[in-house]
């Protein structure tokens, strides 16, 4: 008989078996991963989902991060038995909390927080797809911050090491289910 564990790092090494390595996207020296074949197989997609929302704790919200992460951090908000809030890209909402630009691996980027929805005191789990340079991961728990929620973790399905991006969220405990 298998234990917990075993059949858990058996299902982690199908969904990284499904992970697709794009090179040059979305330009020459970047190695893309690909997280759209495990999202469109049902058993890997429940796998990620059980194991990130076992992080959630007892959460009041997940955040989901745009784009990739308003799949993940839905799913991970209904196994969890939360609510869900997106962190959108600028000029995507009717109605602005607060807005953070970063730094990307290949450029910049603005995130915003949707106004009237996360109430201070508010506990908040937040989910993204990949975690590479970590100014997306802190931009989004910078907003929830200065929103007066407490940030209770950052998980990812996806972490690429080298580029140290845990080192932006000190005080932040990080989860990831793959690195690279």
């Known amino acids: 008989m298998t ?11 199908r969904v990284r078996d499904l992970v697709r390595s794009v090179p040059d996207y979305p330009e020459p020296g970047v190695l893309f991963r690909d ?6 197989d049902a058993e890997a997609f429940a796998t990620l989902t059980t194991e990130l929302a076992a992080q959630a704790g007892a959460a009041d919200l997940v955040a989901g991060v745009e784009a990739r992460g308003f799949l993940i951090g839905a799913a991970v908000a209904l196994v969890a038995g939360t609510g869900v809030v997106p962190i959108r890209k600028a000029g995507k909402l009717p109605s602005v909390a607060g807005t953070r630009t970063y730094d990307l691996e290949y450029g910049t980027a603005t995130l915003e927080l949707p106004a009237g929805v996360v109430e201070p005191g508010t506990t908040v789990f937040v989910v993204d797809d990949v975690l590479a340079t970590g100014g997306t991961a802190a931009a989004a ?11 209770t973790g950052f998980a990812t399905v ?3 090491a080298a580029l140290r991006g845990r ?10 289910l793959l690195s690279y």
């Open 141 to 151: 728990c910078g907003l929830l911050t200065d929103a007066g929620a407490e940030v």
């Open 158 to 160: 996806i972490e690429l």
């Open 35 to 40: 997280l759209t074949p495990v999202l469109a």
């Open 167 to 176: 080192d932006k969220l000190p005080g932040v405990e990080v989860h990831s």
């Open 3 to 13: 234990a917990a564990g075993d059949d858990s790092e058996y299902e982690l090494e």
